[in-house]
Structure formats: C-alpha cells, structure tokens
C-alpha cells in the first residue's frame, strides 16, 4: 500500500539516523566504560575507521535495496510479453519505486491488451480473406458452366450456316436460358453482399402472402415443367418485407423442386408458412451447416447451386425476427419452415 512506504530520500535519512545513533551511542558507551590509559591515538583511529565501516556497511545496504528494486522495474521492461499479473505482487521499500511499479503495471497491461487486440483482429482479417478467396473460386466455379454452355452453343451457330431453324431457335433458347442463370446468380450474390454488409434494410407492408406464394409457385411451374406444387389455399396478412419474402420463397420452393421428383406441398396456416417436398432429405449430420454460405452436401452436385440460397433464407428471416426451421430424413424428404 502505497501510504505505508517511506520516500527514497526518508529512507535513506531514517537508515542514516539510525547507523550514527548507534554509532554515537557505541563511542559513548567505549569511551566511558574503557579505562583513560588505553585511549592512545591508535585507539581513537581504530574506533573513527570502525565507525566509517559501519556507516558504509549501510549505504551499501541502502544501495543494494535500489539496485534490487531496479532490477525489478528492468525485468518489466526487458520482457513485456512474459509480464505477469504475479509481478504486481513485488514487495517495494520505497514509495517511488512503488509508484513506478503500479504505473508501468498499468502501462503494461495496456500494452498486453493492445497486443491481444491486435492479434485477434489479424486472424480475423486472414479469416476473412480465405472466405473472399474460397468465395471467389465459388463463383469461378458456378459462373463456369452457364458460359461455356453459351459459348457451345454460339460457336456452333457461329460455325454452321446450314443449321435447321427449328435447331438454331432450339441453341438460342439455350443461350438465353443461360445468361438468365448468369443474371441470377449475379443477383443473388450481390443480394448476399448486402446482406454481409449490412446494408440491406426493411421495406415492411402488409400484404397477403397467398397470392404471393402462388406467383412464385406458378413462376417455378414454368421453368420446372411437368413438377407440381400444391399451395394450402389459406390468406395469411402479414407485415413483412414484400421483395425479400419473395426470395424465401422463391429459395425454399426451388430447393424442394431441385432435391426431389414428387409435388411439393405448400401449408400456410395462421402463423407458420411451410415447404415439404419427397425428396433426398438431409443427413442429420449436415442438417446444421445447410444454412451455412456455400454449403452444399457432397452427395449432390447440382447444377446452377451456390450454396446461398438458404443463407440467404436464415438472414431474411432474422431480419424478420423469425427462424428458419428444418426437419429432414435422408431419402424420405424434408420440410422447411418458419412462424410469422
Ligand atoms: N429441400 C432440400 N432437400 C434436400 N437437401 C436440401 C434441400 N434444400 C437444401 N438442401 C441442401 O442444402 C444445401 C444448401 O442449400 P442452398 O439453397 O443454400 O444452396 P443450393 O441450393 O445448393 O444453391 P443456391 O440456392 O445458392 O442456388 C444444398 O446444396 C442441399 O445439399
Ligand atoms: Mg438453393
């Protein structure tokens, strides 16, 4: 405690008191006590040189002290990184030192902080920039088959004037159907960048979600021809985000169509909105990382698949203060919904 320490200056004083009223008092007490005729000069210089030695004997004691308590301000120092909170508990003879020890505590203890900070924040950033390059060779990845599906069919085009018009109308279709695929994927990435930035907000209406689920149903109809999707006639209101309620449904719709063969169910009850479909299900192993970005289940391949859309799903629905649920068995199906 710091009121309890002398100064380095009272210090030195007290021990220097001390040391010459022991010394007075030892002269007196020889000078009295030993008889006149054994006090020659030789005697008087014997008693002067024996007490130099011990006024000497406790500067050196003093300065031994100083040098001790230096010592331990130099280890500080000298190893920032190996600093302790077991050195707070040196023990300091005088208030300097003491008061120097409490502040290069404090300092060093910034300074371990300060480098704890910076650490984390460092693997954060390499983090960060194996999600940007795993990211990119995703894309890569994705971006890779629409466009040299367009450049097939092109090149053929381009290469044989003789081709039958039902043939030629037939690799336009193609074409167009990919620069579609390229259009959505594009737009589903920067919809994720919103997302990750955070700038993505709420435009929230009331508005009927039958009718909507029914529009993206019947959308999906035509592209997924021959596939049927049931729709639970039932008018849920709800206050919500009209376009990104569009894109979960959209999402979880288009899921079920791509991971099965049977109709797709739609229920819509007074609060819960629900998609389930006959299809390969999920293992039970992988059913907490599907909402993961860029996760797909080794199992399937699919086509046209980033891995987003039900990270996608989950950051919508959080914005909405709901959650995305799953329940899935391998090769029976799943069902995936959400209360509103
Ligand atoms: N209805 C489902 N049945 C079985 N597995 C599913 C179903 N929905 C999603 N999955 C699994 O979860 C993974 C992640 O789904 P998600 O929708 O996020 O990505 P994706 O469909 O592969 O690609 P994207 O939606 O970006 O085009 C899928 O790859 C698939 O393995
Ligand atoms: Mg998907």
């Known amino acids: 405690m710091l009121y309890r320490r002398p100064s380095l200056t009272e210090y030195v004083i007290a021990r220097l008191v001390t040391i010459i009223i022991i010394v007075t008092t030892l002269y007196t007490l020889i000078i009295v006590t030993v008889p006149k005729e054994i006090q020659n000069t030789a005697f008087h210089v014997a008693l002067f040189v024996l007490a130099l ?37 040196a023990r300091f003879f005088t208030r300097e030192f003491e008061t120097i020890n409490l502040r290069l505590i404090q300092i060093l203890r910034k300074i371990k902080n300060e480098n704890k900070k910076k650490r984390k924040y460092t693997a954060k950033i390499k983090l960060k920039n194996r999600q940007r390059s795993d990211m990119l060779s995703a894309i890569a990845h994705e971006f890779r088959n629409p466009i040299a599906a367009t450049m097939g069919y092109a090149q053929t085009l381009n290469d044989d004037d003789d081709i039958p018009p039902a043939l030629r109308k037939k690799f336009l279709t193609k074409i167009y159907n990919n620069g579609e695929k390229i259009e959505e994927l594009l737009s589903r990435l920067l919809l994720w960048n919103r997302f990750e930035s955070g700038e993505q ?6 508005f009927d979600m039958y009718p909507l689920i029914r529009e993206v149903a019947s959308n999906l109809e035509e592209r997924y021809k021959e596939r049927q999707i049931r729709v639970e006639e039932h008018h849920l209101v709800v206050k919500a985000d009209k376009a990104l309620m569009e894109i979960v449904m ?11 063969k049977e109709p797709i169910e739609i229920g819509i009850t007074q609060n819960q909105i629900s998609v389930t479909d006959k299809g390969v299900g999920i293992s039970s192993k992988n059913i907490d990382k599907v909402t993961k970005k860029f996760f797909r289940t080794d199992e399937h391949s699919w086509d046209n698949s980033m891995g987003l859309g039900l990270a996608i799903v989950k950051q919508i629905l959080k914005l909405h203060h709901t959650l995305l649920l799953i329940e899935s068995e391998e090769d029976k199906g799943s069902t995936f919904y959400f209360n509103i």
């Open 250 to 260: 959209k999402n979880l719709i288009e899921n079920a169509l791509k991971y099965s």
């Open 201 to 206: 907000r709420l435009h929230l209406s009331k």
């Open 53 to 89: 030695l011990l006024i000497l004997s406790s500067v050196y004691v003093v300065a031994r002290q100083v040098k001790k308590e230096l010592k331990i301000v130099e280890k500080y120092l000298s190893g920032v990184e190996e600093f302790d909170e077991g050195s707070r508990k």
